[in-house]
């Protein structure tokens, strides 16, 4: 593992990734695994039919992450990520959806359900390889044109600001840092923005993740916006940058 300039281990995927793929279509999986197993640090290490198959397939083989369909027969992709989260043993999976149907509900549910990512099926084989390693670093995937469902859907369900006790415990920065992660900007971004070292925005993100109890930053951008302490117009209006 390599070190930032302040002496912390820096955020990375494993060596090898290992990856688990699970759809009804056998000719989706075969080119996805045609995609990814291309690549020199993507290995795909098993399929599924189902959510069902899904599980106990990621409980045989502890994938680093699992390419999920949402609409399966029997039991579904976001009752299988459901599961997945709620497994302690599989703690260290990252699901990341991947469906034709990118309707607000699939989103919001898919993010709610602990998915780590959400990218739409036609997306460019670059961008799926992109996510798959995104994912395995532990950090949260929407594609573009999601994102900006998943803001409106968000607009849709505006209220007051309510604050949960959890929020409260957070210091004023990391207030600042939870704002920029549900705009969806990495470690080093927000590093840039609010002009902290990278090892610095990582080590406030991890403490957020903690006081919250949440397993990754997407849970954290839902957490944000259902909570009020970020709202859509943000997206124009992001905090100004200023000295630690």
């Keep these: 593992m390599t070190a930032t300039p302040s002496g912390e281990p820096a955020e990375a995927a494993p060596e090898q990734v290992h990856v688990l793929l699970a759809d009804d279509q056998r000719l989706v999986r075969a080119g996805f695994r045609s995609i990814l197993d ?25 994938p680093h992450v699992v390419l999920m369909d949402i609409r399966m027969p029997g039991t579904d992709g976001l ?27 699939h989103i919001y549910a898919a993010l709610r359900a602990g998915a780590t990512g959400f990218l739409v099926k036609d997306t460019e084989p670059e ?44 210091t004023s920065r990391e207030r600042e840092v939870l704002e920029l992660v549900a705009l969806g900007l990495s470690n ?17 993100v991890s403490r957020i993740m903690t006081k919250l109890a949440v397993r990754d930053r997407a849970q954290l951008v839902v957490l944000a916006y259902e909570s009020g302490l970020v709202s859509p117009g943000w997206i124009t209006h992001p905090t100004p940058r200023r000295p630690i």
């Design 79 to 105: 009752e299988a990520a459901r599961s997945i989260a709620a497994e302690p043993a599989l703690a260290d999976v990252r699901v990341v959806i991947l469906t034709t149907f990118d309707e607000d509900d």
């Design 127 to 170: 961008e799926l390889v992109h996510a798959v390693r995104v994912a395995a670093r532990g950090e949260a995937l929407i594609s573009p044109s999601v994102t900006r469902r998943l803001i409106a859907e968000f607009a849709g369900r505006a209220r007051p600001p309510r604050l949960p006790t959890a929020l409260r415990a957070l």
């Design 38 to 62: 291309d690549e020199p640090d993507l290995t795909v290490v098993g399929e599924a039919a189902d959510g069902a198959e899904a599980l106990r397939r990621c409980l045989e083989l502890r």
């Design 188 to 204: 080093d971004e927000i590093a840039a923005r609010l002009v902290l070292s990278p090892a610095t925005s990582k080590t406030h």
